[in-house]
């Protein structure tokens, strides 16, 4: 089976740019998490989507930042504009259904460097 | 707030020595718990999970981690490290009632030839 799958895998750009992160969760999951790694801060949970709804948005840093779920098998991440401290390596992550007992299941990441 | 430590930020073991890697979490109520191994340039991968029953857990590559209710704990350990298990490995914790995983800082583990 195909695991979480994101694209692009690198992305170089200039500050200011726009920038879309994608993700494609596995087929059946419903709930959807983006994340956001970085040396200095670590892990961080930017958003939760289950159903395709946002559940929690509190980690977004600010308004540069949005997520859609359009529909089940496909999500986004967009950076507008961007800025350099926004460089880091972006996590989605999928699980079977709103719970405590499914463990999340991640993609490749994006490695987004922002000049 | 609930809060997850991981109290080693770097380890460093020759291979062939045992590992044992320390999870503390702080809430009283009913947890599931996650070892997560981040592979150099890699993304997460699932080591091993608690949820109930049997407090050993056995996950893949030999690891195991023991769920200590009394001392909030839940650490990992192998036997005998390999070269290959250089990595970082994140301990995190699902609360019952909440759909969120609450991540430790991760600890990354270099294992000399």
């Known amino acids: 089976d195909a695991g979480v799958i994101q694209s692009p895998r690198h992305e170089v750009t200039e500050m200011g740019q726009e920038v879309t992160l994608r993700c494609k969760p596995i087929?059946?999951?419903?709930?959807l998490f983006w994340y956001r790694q970085t040396m200095m801060r670590g892990l961080e949970l930017l958003i939760y989507?289950?159903?395709?709804?946002?559940?929690?948005d509190s980690g977004m840093p600010e308004d540069r930042f949005s997520a859609k779920m359009p529909n089940a098998s496909f999500s986004t991440l967009k950076i507008q504009p961007s800025e350099p401290r926004d460089s880091a390596v972006y996590f989605c992550?999928?699980?079977?259904?709103?719970?405590?007992?499914?463990?999340?299941?991640f993609g490749d990441g994006t490695r987004l460097s922002i000049l | 707030a609930q809060s997850v430590s991981q109290h080693n930020h770097h380890v460093i073991l020759s291979e062939a020595a045992s590992l044992e890697l320390g999870c503390n979490y702080s809430?009283?109520?009913?947890?599931?718990l996650f070892w997560y191994v981040q592979y150099p340039g890699q993304h997460l991968q699932l080591l091993l999970k608690?949820?109930?029953?049997d407090p050993l857990v056995k996950g893949i590559k030999g690891f195991e981690a023991e769920f200590i209710k009394s001392k909030f704990s839940f650490n990992l350990r192998k036997p005998s490290v390999q070269w290959s298990d250089t990595a970082e490995y994140f301990c995190?914790?699902?609360?019952?009632?909440?759909?969120?995983?609450?991540w430790g800082a991760g600890t990354k583990l270099i294992i000399k030839p």
């Open positions: 992550a999928s699980s079977l259904r709103q719970g405590s007992n499914q463990p999340q299941h």
């Open positions: 087929s059946g999951h419903n709930s």
């Open positions: 989507f289950n159903n395709n709804v946002p559940i929690d």
């Open positions: 809430y009283g109520g009913t947890v599931n």
């Open positions: 608690y949820f109930s029953g």
């Open positions: 995190a914790v699902m609360l019952d009632s909440n759909y969120q995983l609450i």
